[in-house]
């Protein structure tokens, strides 16, 4: 069983910075994604970054581009997101997911995102 354990949220002032954690267990690396979903009040869940764990390939959301950074460290078992320059559209709550088993390996579509931690508050204000 696939469990993610979020945590490094909480209340900042715009312009700060925030790494949040992911701690993975029950994953067996291979073909899949761990990422990072953020979901305002009001508004769609969007995918803010995502981390293929054996090639390491990664890719970061248009709207976050230049300011965040998902990264692995393998000997924790934790993926990580850096958020810099953080904006107040940036509040929302932030969840890690896991594609174990694409249906396209390496794709990682939004359905196949099957496991989700129970979310990290951020909160940015002006």
């Known amino acids: 069983q696939v469990q993610l354990v979020e945590s490094g949220g909480g209340s900042v002032q715009a312009g700060e910075s925030l790494r949040l954690s992911c701690a993975v267990s029950g994953y067996t690396y291979s073909a899949g994604c761990v990422a990072w979903f953020r979901q305002a009040p009001g508004k769609d869940r969007e995918r803010v970054a995502r981390?293929?764990?054996?090639?390491?390939?990664?890719s970061v959301a248009d709207f976050v581009k230049g300011r965040a950074t998902i990264f692995l460290d393998s000997a924790k078992k934790t993926v990580f997101l850096d958020l810099n320059s953080l904006k107040p559209e940036d509040t929302a709550t932030y969840y890690c997911?896991?594609?174990?088993?694409?249906?396209?390996?390496?794709?990682?579509?939004?359905?196949?995102?099957?496991?989700w931690g129970q979310g990290t508050q951020v909160t940015v204000s002006s």
């Open positions: 997911a896991a594609a174990p088993r694409p249906s396209v390996p390496g794709l990682c579509r939004p359905s196949d995102y099957e496991y």
């Open positions: 981390i293929a764990p054996v090639s390491g390939g990664t």
